[in-house]
């Protein structure tokens, strides 16, 4: 099934923030989810390497992940584990080396493998870590779309804000979305967003522009406590609603056809 082809990155969406703990993970998973559900082939990468957690929020425990790539040369598709609501996962392993610690030859091998294997997928979702160390840009700049996500709250604004001066200035061939989470009503989401786009615009010349709001849903943490998906525990709930809207709309944003 994998064989090395020319690199394509237009399926790739990176889920990123600036700030750490705003729901980058869940919506990860959840989008995941939802897009399988909707019949596409997914890959979603734990790029959040040296704390990863989308293995925990899974409750599967793989037997090899992408610190075994990197320190041990095995091939990326080796680390793939398959969840069992149907998509693919490469994880990634806590307390293991960062990619900050990576030679810019084995960042350069990984960017070919990940590039080669998005072939084999509809799309690839990048869980980034937060902050906008090096490696985290390296990973954000592999994907076509970037999916800023951020809170309500004046710290997140303010990394939110500098994650997309970052791709403004060093990946401005990334399209930009912007998902506020965890906010107590649409139209609080909405005031975040609007913080953001007018600092983005008045300050960056650049206007990312709104993929959705989500509300806060006790169900959520309920979901990450069971280790079990939102989208198979509660369905119907108000995050699973909100974010089945973002992942409609994001398909329709990727403009990529579903493979047969
Ligand atoms: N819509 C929501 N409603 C309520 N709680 C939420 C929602 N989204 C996320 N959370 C809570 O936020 C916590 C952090 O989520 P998550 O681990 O996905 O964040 P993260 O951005 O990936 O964090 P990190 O930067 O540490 O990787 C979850 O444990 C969950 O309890
Ligand atoms: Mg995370």
């Given at each position: 099934m994998f064989t090395s082809q020319e690199p394509s990155k237009n399926n790739i969406i990176a889920i990123a923030s600036g700030k750490g703990g705003v729901g980058k993970t869940w919506l990860s998973i959840t989008l995941a989810h939802l897009f399988t559900r909707s019949g596409r082939r997914i890959l979603l990468i734990?790029?959040?390497?040296?704390?990863?957690n989308v293995d925990v929020q899974l409750g599967i425990a793989p037997t090899k992940d992408l610190t075994d790539v990197l320190?041990?040369?095995?091939?990326?598709?080796?680390?793939i584990t398959h969840y069992h609501v149907g998509f693919d996962v490469i994880a990634g392993r806590s307390g293991s080396t960062s990619?900050?610690?990576?030679?810019p030859e084995k960042l350069l091998g990984l960017k070919k493998d990940i590039h080669n294997i998005a072939h084999h997928y509809d799309y690839v979702i990048l869980d980034l870590g937060a902050g906008i160390e090096h490696y985290v840009q390296f990973l954000a700049s592999l994907a076509a779309r970037c999916v800023v996500v951020l809170t309500d709250e004046p710290t997140s604004l303010t990394d939110a804000y500098a994650f997309v001066k970052l791709c403004s200035t060093k990946l401005n061939k990334t399209e930009l979305s912007v998902v506020v989470n965890q906010a107590a009503t649409q139209k609080d989401g909405e005031r975040a967003y609007d913080a953001l786009n007018k600092a983005c615009s008045n300050f960056l010349g650049t206007s990312p522009s709104l993929l959705g709001v989500i509300r806060r849903d006790n169900k959520v943490r309920d979901a990450i406590r069971a280790q079990s998906p939102l989208v198979e525990k509660s369905p119907h709930t108000t995050a699973a609603t909100d974010a089945a809207a973002i992942s409609i709309k994001l398909l329709q944003r990727m403009c990529v056809p579903v493979s047969g």
């Open positions: 734990d790029g959040d390497i040296g704390l990863a320190r041990h040369q095995l091939p990326l598709k080796d680390a990619l900050a610690n990576l030679s």
